[in-house]
């Protein structure tokens, strides 16, 4: 007698509470996955503290377990779950926590939570989702087919993982001008080996299998390097008998070099070897010449080779005339300041935001000199969000309160002189320029924590008006080419979760 159909064969959008738990699970790693790479990667070039990875997977992970719970799956309900989370996790960033705990207390801006964040965030967690939505069904299909050998996926992963990495690290080594160490090369082998292990083991060699596989790896070398990776390991001498450290002069990418210039060697690279490359396990030896055929990807990548003087996003503002010191009068002066924001990544390695300031103010006759050259990454009590060193068009908090959309904010290290004599070295130093009438251009030199040496703990200079501007091309640059990366990712999404499939069966390679 054939037992009774349960609810999962009746209704395949319904999962059995295991089926809920597993698919609970992967939606929440790879919606964040998407969150990291797409969105705080590609689109913003950010990075907030670790608390904010770890708390955001919870909440995809409470807010779509339940929904799958109780309304099933699919992409109208992915959508719809997807929209209430993104409520959710707004008003969570915009009302009850910073980002930056505990490493800095940072408020997300009326841009980044409402105007930006919304749109980005539903995106990534979408697309997050419709990639779990298609690995869920893609593993019942291949699960029913006949599966490669243990063996054969073990060594075809391991030969291929050779293959990505030596092409697709040397290309992106040719195009930069700059190896990037045996490091890095290792690590990635120990990405990209597992990665193959598990994907294939899980997926099958399916044209289409193999096409998200690549793009998914990309992503994924993308954004370790991103958040995890940088460039310069090991230095010499290597430490082998001597038990002495060596040195370690590392780095990390800037936007330029990781994602306009890295990125798509990677994914050439990685479809070519995994797509384009023959089909036939036992034609291994073809598979380098089928990758070397991404080098015309590499000359054209030169020409957009990022000289070290050229990277980040640069300013200039400055003030000259009357100038406000607070405790000593009205006076006159003029402040110069270059400032270079290297993009918000939480390290204290290189490269770091550059700020450059040179003031001179005539008061209560005195003239006190300001030369700051080296940029405070953060504040020692962690009194301050530094934003590592220069911010540009940011909200800032004054201390009594009130809130300003400032120009630039920027943050470093100084001397300062009065009368040719040295008042302090290494003093802390904040500068804002900002539109509003009430809080122009300001000079901070000096705090109670770290006071100048002399009657008064801080110097306080207010120029009335100023000239530069916040650069916004950059930003502009990384919304469009941002956005138009998660528009076809969605598109590509809907595609591959929408259509009918059939099942096929998979030969033993």
Not at 33 to 40: E, K, L, Q, R, Y
Request: aromatic fraction near 10%.
């Amino acid at each position: 007698m054939r037992d009774a159909p349960t609810t999962q064969q009746l209704r395949p959008d319904r999962l059995s509470a295991a089926g809920v738990a597993k698919f609970t699970t992967t939606v929440a790693l790879a919606a964040i996955f998407i969150d990291a790479s797409v969105g705080h990667g590609l689109t913003w070039e950010n990075d907030p503290y670790w608390t904010y990875w770890v708390t955001k997977t919870f909440l995809i992970a409470t807010i779509f377990g339940l929904g799958t719970a109780w309304f099933g799956i699919g992409v109208g309900r992915g959508a719809i779950i997807t929209a209430v989370h993104t409520i959710a996790l707004t008003v969570y960033y915009w009302t009850f926590s910073p980002i930056g705990l505990p490493s800095t207390p940072t408020w997300l801006d009326l841009e980044h939570t409402w105007v930006t964040g919304v749109p980005i965030h539903f995106g990534v967690i979408y697309v997050g989702y419709l990639l779990a939505l298609w690995a869920w069904r893609r593993r019942a299909e291949f699960r029913d087919a006949e599966t490669p050998t243990p063996g054969g996926v073990a060594l075809a992963s391991l030969l291929y993982g050779v293959v990505i990495v030596v092409v697709a690290g040397g290309l992106s080594a040719l195009a930069l001008g700059e190896f990037p160490g045996f490091t890095w090369f290792l690590v990635r082998l120990l990405i990209t080996v597992p990665f193959l292990l598990v994907w294939r083991g899980l997926f099958g060699t399916e044209l289409v299998s193999n096409v998200v596989g690549a793009v998914v790896l990309a992503l994924i070398w993308a954004t370790y390097s991103q958040f995890l990776g940088p460039v310069g390991l090991p230095d010499t001498p290597l430490r082998i008998l001597n038990p002495a450290p060596p040195p370690a002069t590392v780095r990390w990418l800037d936007y330029k070099e990781l994602w306009l210039i890295s990125m798509p060697i990677y994914l050439i690279v990685m479809l070519v070897a995994m797509v384009l490359a023959p089909r036939r396990e036992a034609r291994m030896a073809r598979r380098p010449l089928a990758a070397a055929a991404s080098l015309p990807l590499v000359v054209f990548t030169l020409g957009f080779t990022v000289d070290p003087d050229d990277r980040g996003v640069s300013a200039s503002f400055r003030a000259t005339g009357d100038v406000e010191v607070e405790g000593q009068g009205s006076g006159t002066g003029d402040v110069v300041i270059s400032a270079t924001d290297m993009g918000n990544r939480v390290s204290p390695l290189p490269p770091h935001d550059r700020v450059s300031i040179d003031a001179t103010m005539e008061a209560d006759g005195h003239t006190y000199r300001l030369s700051v050259r080296q940029p405070m990454v953060e504040d020692p009590l962690g009194n301050e969000s530094t934003w590592w060193g220069v911010a540009f068009g940011v909200d800032y908090r004054q201390a009594n309160g009130d809130n300003v959309r400032a120009d630039l904010v920027a943050y470093g290290l100084g001397e300062l002189t009065t009368d040719g004599e040295v008042l302090g070295q290494g003093l802390p130093v904040e500068v804002i320029a900002s539109r509003d009438a009430e809080y122009p251009l300001m000079l901070e030199i000096g705090n109670d924590t770290m006071p100048i040496s002399g009657e008064v703990s801080e110097l306080v200079a207010t120029w009335s008006s100023y000239e530069g501007s916040a650069p916004e091309g950059a930003a502009i640059a990384r919304y469009v080419g941002g956005g138009a990366v998660l528009l076809v990712l969605l598109g590509l999404g809907l595609i591959l979760t929408s259509r009918p499939r059939t099942p096929r069966r998979t030969g033993t390679r």
